[in-house]
């Protein structure tokens, strides 16, 4: 009785330590796509492990800046505007003042959206 109470244990906190290190791994790919400017692999791996940018944006952070200011500091233009189009403009308001450090580009996109 003891092996089986203690080998649901060991599964039980197997599986719940392996999401943490996938949100991880997502994040990391992600901040290399945005990073790298190539819009065409971040959209296909969004679809591919069926994400939304609306709906990860705020937990993701790229060497402590939100995914939109990273980009800007990266001078991504390309993925800044994709992720700029794809989120609510409620979300791209309050980033407008630290792109405008960065990138003017992405801060008169946030301003039209």
């Known amino acids: 009785m003891k092996k089986v ?5 060991l599964v039980a906190a197997s599986s719940l330590t ?3 290190a ?3 791994n ?5 901040c290399e796509y945005v990073q790298a400017n190539d819009k065409s692999r971040l959209r296909a791996f969004l679809k591919q ?17 939100s ?3 990273f980009a800007a500091k990266s ?4 993925v800044g505007e994709f992720i700029i189009g ?12 630290e792109l405008s450090k960065h990138s003017a580009h992405l801060a008169e996109e946030a301003k039209e959206r």
């Open 49 to 65: 492990n069926k994400l939304k940018m609306r709906n990860i944006y705020t937990g993701l952070e790229c060497n402590g800046s």
């Open 67 to 69: 995914l939109l200011v």
């Open 26 to 30: 997502l994040t990391l790919r992600v």
């Open 75 to 78: 001078n991504a233009l390309e």
């Open 22 to 24: 996938q949100a991880d």
């Open 86 to 97: 794809k989120l609510p403009a409620k979300k791209v308001k309050p980033e407008i003042e």
């Open 18 to 20: 392996a999401t943490p």
């Open 5 to 9: 109470l203690l080998l649901a244990t």
